[in-house]
């Protein structure tokens, strides 16, 4: 089979291309597949690369309108379910399940994408088993989950399981290079900041708003140790303000794929629900991109004080992730005692635990930052009282 483009497109994942491969080259592929394995690594990017190739008319080529639309998220035929909220709701799957028996719109299989599969609730998964068990012809259903072991076995067990792996480092600073024509120190930069996770490494080089997030938060977190009490609640307002930045590159991107989808259709034939579920899309990756901008200022300020602990302690600076900041993580390594610096440690990972709530940001970053202050601040200061 031909899909080369495609596969090409997905790296540090050769064991789970292969079978999926073999299958499709064998005429077999099965009607339900559950990819497993940490978040950010390809599993979706894989799962929308092979409703592509099932289909497009050379096998995933890559450039063609239907290759184009899957991978744009605008095929009518190729449905993307994913949490509202915490969870995959029954009426979502009951909506689903009305979808699949339509005739498709115009491709040779209906793909149904379930993102974060062990969030189905047991209503939800309960409703999908006799889907599974006899799905309709022509229909394709893709799993994407990182804990199988949420997973309802007896969903586990109507499909074929696909493991991808973690991807090292280097293949991923070395992917961003090629792919996004990323200076190699930038490349370096997002690998480190991101964990080695290519989905959080592609959206830090793919996002000058994020670029302009991170230095503003290293500087706040350089000038913590001199500010007046009173800045401290400034200081909040700000990196709730870089929160905010890159949700308006992708309003912009949304409104990209909306014209564009709208574009592929007759005024009297734009498909109604195809554009609502898209538009519901958009709104859940705009909660998600907020949720996510405050794990992202959380991160960088972890690794800020990670570097000064290590500098402190070790005296290395290859290990650093914030290499271009050295000068001043050794300046800051200078003011403070590794007791300060853990206790810092601390309070962020406290602060951490407060993004799995419906927490007001701008409050939970104000608490966090007075905590901060009160450890770094130096002595004599003048506050304002």
């Given at each position: ?22 299958s ?51 095929h ?8 509202e ?6 009426e ?10 339509l ?145 308006e ?13 709208k574009?592929?259709?007759?005024p ?12 519901d ?7 998600r ?42 300046e ?5 005692s ?19 709530f ?8 104000e ?19």
């Open positions: 089979m031909n899909g080369n483009n495609l596969w090409r497109t997905i790296i540090g994942q050769d064991d789970a291309i292969d079978k999926l491969v073999r499709l080259d064998a005429g077999g592929h099965t009607h339900a597949l559950l990819f497993v394995g940490p978040r950010g690594i390809g599993k979706m990017t894989t799962a929308k690369v092979m409703a592509a190739i099932l289909n497009c008319d050379d096998d995933g080529c890559g450039s063609c309108a239907i290759c184009s639309k899957v991978l744009r998220d605008i009518p035929d190729v449905i993307l379910i994913e949490p909220g915490n969870f995959i709701l029954i979502q799957i009951e909506s689903l399940l009305q979808v699949i028996t005739k498709n719109y115009e491709g040779r299989t209906k793909v149904i994408l379930i993102d974060d599969a062990d969030r189905m609730t047991d209503e939800a998964a309960n409703s999908l088993l006799k889907t599974l068990e006899e799905p309709p012809e022509h229909v394709v259903f893709i799993l994407v989950t990182a804990s199988i072991e949420n997973v309802l076995p007896t969903i586990v067990s109507r499909c074929r399981l696909v493991r991808f792996q973690s991807i090292p480092a280097p293949q991923v600073t070395s992917f961003l290079i090629e792919r996004y024509n990323a200076h190699p120190d930038e490349a370096l930069l997002a690998t480190r900041l991101s964990d080695g996770i290519l989905g959080t490494a592609i959206s830090f080089v793919m996002s000058p708003a994020k670029h302009a997030r991170r230095k503003a938060i290293i500087s706040a977190a350089r000038s913590l140790d001199r500010a007046y009490l009173a800045q401290v609640s400034f200081v909040a307002e700000e990196f709730v303000g870089e929160l905010k930045k890159p949700l590159e992708l309003k912009t991107r949304h409104k990209r794929e909306l014209d564009e989808l574009e592929q259709f007759s009297k034939d734009k498909p109604k629900q195809i554009i609502n579920r898209l538009e899309r958009h709104k859940r990756e705009l909660s991109e907020e949720h996510q901008g405050y794990d992202d200022i959380l991160t960088i300020l972890v690794s800020w004080y990670r570097d000064v602990i290590l500098v402190k302690e070790t005296g290395r600076s290859d290990v650093l992730t914030n290499q271009d900041y050295e000068q001043a993580i050794r800051h390594a200078d003011l403070l590794s007791k300060d610096i853990y206790r810092c440690l601390q309070i962020l990972e406290e602060t951490k635990q407060y993004s799995r419906n927490v007001n940001m701008q409050l939970a970053f608490t966090m930052l007075f905590k901060i202050h009160d450890v770094v601040a130096v002595q004599n200061t003048p506050y304002i009282s």
